[in-house]
């Protein structure tokens, strides 16, 4: 990506932590044990694919989803532990903005492109003359002409629908931006326009968690990763480390997916098959990773391996080799 250094304005102390934090529905644990830091400026991408948890997380961080147990503390606020009038309160200061996946049904189709870029202003106060004026600065930071305020959304483009989401989580200044599948529903040229644009909020001081399914679109953007699988945290660091020398023998096969990264060793077929012997184990990845042994009925814990990097694999180190490889 051309620009600014990525990360440039990114700092060392963390503006989200994620501590142990577990997700139930209905008895059913959906998100098991993650615990993560987003620093200050920087953009995290999570990424996995359907049924791994990234959305959960990002909708619990968002207070969106029902916590079992585990913290989230944002600037020092624990989010976890709010309630009733406090809850309430600090969401009014618009903080936090979540991102929804699909634009044309996070948006009311009655309401003109004004009305909902400023309606998180309008809840927090904010005199008529204020929001107009916050209104047409959001709608500028975004790219989008201030003729379209009086639109509605069936009345303009899918990638114009995306960037009226982010005016309106923009319009409120938040210091954290939870970003679901921003660029899943978008043609190849309104993709790249708002992951620039995205990147552009990251270098402007704006901290964003990305989700995406999508390894090259978080490629060209994040500064590290977090790779969830089963509903666990397998690997997370340096996204360009990560994707280059994958340590978890799943985050190997999304790498292999997105043919463009470059890497510093060639990945061993049997990763890439992305199936094993079926092993039941206490790893969520054993009933298809072709390194389980007997050991991976335990489940691993999230280790440090590098400056920077983690990993949930008991076979880590030695995968690579295939001397491992299940008969
Ligand atoms: S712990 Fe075992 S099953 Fe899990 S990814 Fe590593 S080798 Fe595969």
Known sequence: MSGPERGAGAGTSALLTIDDLVVEYSGRRVLDGVTLSVREGEILGVIGETGSGKTTLAR???????????????????LTGLRGRALRSWRRTGALQYVFQDPLRALDPQHTVATIVGEGLAVAGVDPAGVAARVAAALARVGLDEGLAGRR??????????????ARALAVGPRLLLCDEPVSALDASSRNHVLRLLAGLRDSGVTLVVI?????????????????????????????????TPHHPYTALLAASAPSLRRERPIPAAALRGEGPGLPGGCSYA????????????????????????VACHHAKTWRDERILTP
Do not use: K, M, N, W
Request: with cysteine; proline share 6%.
């Open 60 to 78: 619990a961080v968002a207070g969106l989803a029902p916590v079992h147990s585990g913290r989230v503390t944002l600037g020092g606020t624990e």
């Open 153 to 166: 959304p069936g009345q303009i483009s899918g990638g114009q629908r995306q960037r009226v989401l982010l």
């Open 212 to 244: 995406s399914h999508d390894l090259s679109s978080l490629a060209g953007i994040a500064d590290r990763v977090a790779v969830l699988y089963g509903g666990r945290l397998v690997e997370h660091g340096p996204i360009g480390e990560v994707l280059t």
């Open 287 to 310: 009933a298809r990773c072709p390194f389980a042994t007997e050991s991976c009925a335990i489940v691993p814990s999230l280790s440090t391996v590098d400056d920077g990097r983690a």
